[in-house]
């Protein structure tokens, strides 16, 4: 028996355009913790920029910042202080005319072998663009993984496709739609492999504004519970994606999609994720609420962006006990990552979802 499962890819760029910095400006990845700079007062030598990301011990990565000048000429000299082994930058020097000339550097990642908290800053000596304050996390358990679980019977087999797309940037600079290439890598790669799960192709190009389908297939070839990593590297890309993929095999499978009276509070992870441009959000009121003096309580169910703004109030009402289903739709919203938040009497609870456009 095959079951197959279809959803958006999790792979997009997210562009953060940091405004009113002059005379030039910096694109990074909005997917990264970081300080959005609407109103710069001081010289922008003191504005400082947040690169922040996770990887395995010993992964090397490349991540991409693009930069570009809003009026003029401007030259950068960067360098990295101090001086680290698991860190350093392609080109070291750059100039821009215009924001029409937009340069992308790449920050080169070795993680080092021991886990830890690992700091360092590129600082541009010619004073023009801010520092960059770069953290890397080295850990075996990326806490930034997308989990995806799987409940099968012993000997079942589940594909799950996934759709990868190659849109550009945009907006961008000055730029309506900035384009860094005609074509873009996706690659996968297991850490520490498991032969229960295997992706094909592993690497795949999508063409600009084409799309591609990778196969997830997962085989409950033994008991019990079991998880893989994969690691997505994608081209001009600003941090590497994880996903946590969960098996949990069992000899029997009843009942599979019933939901069972309600005994607790849950919210469950929006389907399809990534999703574009609706997705759905289902969650549960549990039952011990319900009593002759309190038949219902008050829920609340909102998304927010990155940086804490509510963008929708999907729930703001009473509501019995029981399993609920709920559309969001976010046509007005840009790509990136949004989180959403379920409040219920004392429960609250935090998912994360991604808009790719």
Not at 66 to 91: A, D, E, H, K, R
Not at 101 to 126: E, K, L, R, S
Not at 276 to 304: F, M
Request: hydrophobic share 35%.
């Amino acid at each position: 028996m095959k079951r197959v499962i279809q959803i958006c890819s999790l792979l997009i760029i997210f562009v953060c355009n940091l405004q009113s910095q002059t005379p030039e400006n910096k694109f990074i990845g909005s997917a990264a913790p970081y300080k959005n700079v609407s109103e710069v007062t001081q010289s922008p030598s003191n504005v400082n920029f947040v690169y922040e990301l996770e990887l395995f011990p010993g992964q090397v990565f490349n991540g991409w910042y693009y930069y570009w000048s809003t009026g003029g000429t401007v030259t950068g000299n960067f360098q990295i202080t101090p001086t680290v082994s698991w860190l350093s930058i392609s080109p070291n020097s750059i100039t821009s005319n215009s924001c029409n000339d937009i340069v992308p550097i790449a920050y080169n990642f070795t993680a080092p072998q021991t886990p830890g908290t690992y700091n360092a800053v590129i600082q541009d000596m010619n004073g023009v663009w801010g520092n960059t304050n770069v953290t890397l996390h080295v850990t075996e358990n990326p806490t930034t993984a997308f989990v995806r679980s799987y409940q099968v019977n012993q000997g079942q087999t589940i594909s799950q496709f996934d759709t990868l797309y190659w849109n550009g940037f945009g907006p961008f600079g000055c730029q309506g739609n900035y384009i860094p290439g005609n074509s873009r890598l996706f690659n996968y790669i297991e850490h520490e492999p498991v032969p229960w799960f295997t992706i094909n192709p592993p690497s795949i190009t999508v063409p600009l504004f084409g799309e591609g389908v990778i196969e997830s297939t997962i085989t409950g070839d033994t008991t019990g519970n079991d998880f893989v990593y994969i690691i997505a590297e994608v081209q001009y890309y600003h941090l590497c994606l994880f996903y946590r993929v969960e098996l949990n095999v069992v000899t029997d499978v009843e009942n599979e999609n019933t939901l069972s009276t309600p005994e607790d509070y849950f919210l469950e992870q929006n389907f399809p994720n990534p999703f574009n441009p609706s997705t759905k959000i289902k969650y549960t009121i549990p039952s011990v609420i319900a009593s002759e003096t309190k038949q219902s309580q008050l829920v609340s169910l909102k998304v927010y962006d990155v940086l804490g703004n509510e963008v929708a109030t999907l729930i703001n009402e009473e509501k019995p006990a029981g399993n609920y289903e709920i559309e969001f739709n976010a046509t007005q919203l840009s790509s990136g990552i949004y989180f959403y938040k379920l409040q219920a009497g004392s429960f609250v609870e935090t998912k994360k979802m991604i808009l790719l456009k």
